[in-house]
């Protein structure tokens, strides 16, 4: 056996588990024939054949019981290894009926397995269409555990301007997955597959640590004042109790004052006020600032604006866009106004033309984002000053 990061290459003949092995992963083929057999009565007996497609080994991984068969490669193969947690987690959040029909289903094959005495029939097993869907999903998100281990996502930083004074004041942080073979995947792709299991958690550590070096860079380079950069948070992110802990620490680890660090919550998150009230509250005790994303597109409620007291709140492109309308602008004057009035500061996003950036001036908007201002660039093109 070959090992690299994810993918796994074994020769033809080559065991790849064997009886009474632990159940440590589970395996999606990739290209090869794999043969799955067992020792009934002394003699080694052929279970099945299973093709490119086909999951191997996810029983064990599933009922965490040794393997009960031995597969060997009868050509030359590649696997891409699956963590248990990829099932683990999905199989705790299922459905739990139809998690005790697999369980069910799973018992009695083992026992049927246990009584068999050879006659099972050789067979090969590939996905069906259904399931086609699912083995992508999950083919794409062992492709992002290696690229994060490899260092391949990229953070970009998109400027914000301080209308006002006409300066860039700060950035947001916006992840890129550059994929060998799919080419660039959008992050609204990927960090919805990783926010589906608890792979969230450390692309969101990778962002922040990435997000540090930046700033730690910056200061450096002699930027004065130092911008903040803002980082977007996700819902599973938001329950883990030890997230402001990890900023901070980070944030110390280079010697970083907290408030240059902002926390992007979007707005369809906010249905755990209690939740959130308790983020804020720790963020401000320690000097950092949050921000309400894509305002006016989650459930369009004004409950967390009443009660949360977010210091800035970003209105969604949506309405920017829309912003030449006279309904478009009659409604970003009055959000403006609940804005100020509520003493928070107002960013735009998706800001695109010059009569949009004029428009909220006018209004009184504090900040504007938008490919007018500039794209989100790597930290060398914003320190040549692209
Ligand atoms: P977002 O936080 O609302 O980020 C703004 C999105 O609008 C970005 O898309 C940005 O590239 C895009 N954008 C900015 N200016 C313009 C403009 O003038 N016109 C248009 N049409 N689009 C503009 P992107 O980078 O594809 O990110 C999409 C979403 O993915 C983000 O929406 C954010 O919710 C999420 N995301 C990105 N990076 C991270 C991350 O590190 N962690 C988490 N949890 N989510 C992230
Ligand atoms: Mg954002
Ligand atoms: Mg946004």
């Not at 065991?15 to 067992?38: K, M, N, Q, Y």
Request: with cysteine; charged share 25%.
């Amino acid at each position: 056996m070959e090992p690299s990061t994810q993918r796994l290459v074994f020769k033809a003949g080559e065991e790849i588990f064997a009886e009474d092995d632990a159940p440590t992963t589970a395996f999606l083929i990739e290209a090869g024939r794999v043969v799955v057999s067992t020792i009934q009565h002394g003699e080694r007996r052929e279970l099945g054949e299973l093709a490119a497609g086909a999951l191997l080994g996810e029983m064990a991984v599933i009922d965490s019981a040794p393997r009960s068969a031995s597969a060997h490669a009868m050509c030359d193969c590649v696997l891409i290894a699956i963590d248990r947690n990829q099932f683990a987690e999905r199989l705790a959040a299922a459905d739990p009926v139809v998690r005790a029909l697999l369980m069910s289903q799973l018992t009695r094959y083992r026992s049927a397995l246990a009584t068999l005495t050879g006659d099972v029939r050789e067979h090969t097993l590939t996905t069906s269409p259904d399931d086609a869907g699912a083995i992508d999903k999950i083919r794409l998100e062992s492709e992002l555990r290696g690229a994060l281990e490899r260092d391949e996502l990229e953070v970009r930083l998109q400027p914000l301007l301080h209308i006002a004074s006409n300066r860039v004041a700060g950035y947001e942080a916006l992840v890129r997955w550059q994929h060998p073979q799919r080419g660039q995947v959008s992050p609204n792709e990927f960090i919805r597959l990783a926010e589906e299991t608890s792979l969230i958690i450390p692309v969101g550590d990778y962002v922040l640590a990435r997000v540090c070096d930046m700033l730690a860079e910056l200061r450096k380079r002699g930027r004065e004042p130092l911008p903040f950069i803002a980082l977007n948070v996700s819902a599973r992110q938001l329950d883990d109790p030890t997230l402001v802990d990890r900023m901070l620490a980070q944030l110390e680890a280079r010697g970083l004052p907290p408030d240059r660090l902002e926390v992007e919550i979007t707005e369809s998150l906010v249905f755990n006020q209690a939740q959130i009230a308790a983020l804020l509250e720790r963020c401000h005790a320690a000097g950092m600032l949050v921000a309400l994303d894509d305002f006016g597109t989650g459930y369009s409620n004004l409950g967390p604006v009443l009660s949360l007291d977010f210091d800035r709140i970003k209105l969604d492109q949506g309405f920017t866009r829309a912003i030449h309308t006279p309904r478009g602008f009659a409604l970003v004057s009055a959000i403006t106004a609940m804005v100020k009035a509520l003493g928070c500061e107002m960013i735009a996003e998706g800001v695109e033309q010059a009569e949009q950036l004029e428009a909220l001036r006018q209004l009184g908007c504090d900040y504007a984002q938008g490919w007018l201002v500039g794209k989100p660039v790597s930290l060398r093109e914003v320190l040549d000053g692209a």
